[in-house]
């Protein structure tokens, strides 16, 4: 491999790695950002919870 | 008198305490996140650029660094879930019920993965998307417990009801995994047979092998960054109206 372009061709499968590559990635990074996502609105909820019921 | 050794049932009931799991988890997140990204970025780097162009399939091949360690892991995270099942079943353990139900979605994630790569890989190299043989239909059997394991989960609104009922069917699901590992010799497929897993010789080329055995160990690291982090909302959830979650939630 020689230039980046050639390296972005995949031997002309660019097409099916890049698009597995990328699919992988974003389901991964779904499953770590969603439950981070979660427990912060989790946190703020039962925060205000305690401050109503003092 | 108990025949389990003092420090081994002490280790077992502080574990086994949702606050002592959920201050360990935020300890060993950050370590966890750097130990993968060096092995994801290094298994990337050597994957796709550094190991050698196939013989046969050209590049198309470098679908295997994600294929193949997502299918392990597919599999991986099942047998997880079937033995914090028999786990929670057994002795009760509640961290047991989260470790299984946290995992469910990154399993499905990993199998969903698995299918959609395989697919992708297919097409240039079998010349179709899907065929109904039995390594493809057994591993989107798998798929289907994953998604029945969060939707039963889901469904039944007591949770300790809820959690032994996921419990057995992960552990009655468990036949499928090695129907699934052994597909490939007992039944005739397009599907390759195992070339990692042939212990004597494996008939994969060493420079192709490292990179493939770097991406399945980081893709281990991530599978407990995302089991922990979802464990942690699960652990929360639960334990809403208890003294550790208020005096937590006064610090903020």
Do not use: C
């Not at chain 1, 890049?18 to 770590?32: E, P």
């Not at chain 2, 899907?130 to 591993?139: F, N, P, Q």
């Amino acid at each position: 491999m020689n230039s980046f372009a050639e390296f972005l061709a995949m031997g002309g499968y660019g097409f099916y790695v890049w698009t597995s590559y990328a699919i992988s990635f974003v389901v991964l990074l779904l499953n770590v950002i969603v439950p981070m996502a979660q427990r912060k609105q989790l946190l703020r909820e039962l925060a205000l919870k305690q401050k109503r019921a003092k | 008198m108990s025949i389990i050794p003092a420090p081994i049932v002490r280790f077992y009931h502080q574990t086994a305490s949702p606050p002592f799991f959920y201050s360990l988890s935020n300890k060993l997140l950050p370590w966890l996140t750097a130990i993968f990204l060096m092995l994801l970025g290094y298994g990337l780097y050597a994957g796709l650029y550094l190991a050698p162009t196939d013989y046969q399939q050209g590049d198309s091949y470098r679908i295997i660094y994600v294929h193949v360690p997502a299918a392990w892991m597919s599999l991986f995270i099942y047998v997880v879930m079937a033995v914090a099942g028999a786990i929670s079943l057994i002795w009760r353990m509640k961290i047991a019920d989260v470790v299984l139900i946290s995992s469910a979605p990154i399993g499905a994630s990993f199998t969903f993965i698995a299918l959609v790569t395989g697919s992708l890989w297919g097409k240039p190299m079998w010349g179709t998307w899907w065929v109904w043989d039995a390594r493809l239909t057994s591993e989107l059997i798998l798929l289907f417990l994953y998604l029945g394991v969060i939707s039963l989960y889901g469904a039944i609104e007591d949770k300790r009801t809820a959690s032994r009922a996921v419990a057995i069917l992960a552990l009655v699901g468990v036949v499928n995994i090695p129907i699934i590992h052994y597909s490939v010799q007992w039944w005739n497929t397009l599907h390759q047979g195992p070339t990692v897993t042939k212990m004597d010789k494996p008939s994969i080329h060493l420079d192709m092998l490292i990179p493939l055995l770097v991406m399945a160990t980081a893709f281990k690291f991530y599978y407990a960054i995302a089991m922990l982090q979802v464990a942690k909302v699960e652990i929360l959830l639960r334990e809403q109206n208890t003294q550790w979650v208020k005096k937590l939630l006064e610090k903020k």
